[in-house]
């Protein structure tokens, strides 16, 4: 499907799995050009206890952490949503990949976060980067809870948000009032930053 919209978007969560892929999927199926990234050291997932989390590499197939969950305990996994959520994620791309090491797939026009701590990681990574091509890039941060219920309102909420600034000329001249509009719409607060690429 060719892209709708003339902006280049990524989708930011933690580690990749749950929040910035759902958004992924939902604005990918509507034909928006859009990547997503984690930000965190590795992939994390709940496992049997709070002090017993799944961790694994960035890089690492999405179907040999769902084959590896599944192997480890079926009943769990699949009762706790996280086998669907695999098996989601690997027909949208293959492998969870790291905000840091994504400078080659780059220019973004628009970077969507969903949670502050991210937010400022990504704003942190672009403003040390050196600018190689001096593209403005929008940063959004809007705070959705990491459980697949909220990752699915966050989602739709995102699509909604990329819409509007579809909608635009130029979203330097009105951001501010865009921005206004959706918080007063949907009751989210959202922070947002410039940057350059």
Request: with cysteine; net charge negative; proline share 4%.
């Amino acid at each position: 499907m060719a892209a709708v919209g003339r902006w280049r978007y990524a989708m930011v969560c933690s580690s990749n799995m749950n929040r910035s892929m759902e958004a992924h999927s939902l604005l990918s199926r509507a034909g928006f050009d859009v990547s997503s990234y984690g930000t965190g050291a590795h992939v994390k997932l709940p496992g049997p206890s709070i002090h017993e989390p799944n961790v694994y590499a960035f890089g690492t197939p999405y179907k040999t952490i769902h084959d590896d969950l599944r192997r480890k305990d079926p009943d769990l996994y699949k009762r706790n949503g996280l086998l669907p959520m695999l098996k989601r994620n690997s027909t949208v791309k293959a492998v969870p990949q790291r905000w840091q090491e994504n400078a080659g797939d780059g220019p973004f026009d628009v970077v969507l976060t969903f949670e502050e701590k991210v937010f400022d990681l990504v704003v942190e990574d672009l403003n040390s980067r050196e600018q190689k091509l001096i593209n403005t890039v929008l940063i959004i941060n809007m705070d959705v809870k990491d459980n697949h219920e909220e990752a699915g309102v966050g989602a739709k909420l995102a699509l909604d948000l990329c819409k509007r600034l579809e909608q635009v000329d130029a979203w330097e001249d009105t951001i501010d009032s865009i921005m206004v509009a959706f918080e007063k719409e949907h009751r989210r607060k959202i922070m947002y930053n410039i940057s350059f690429y």
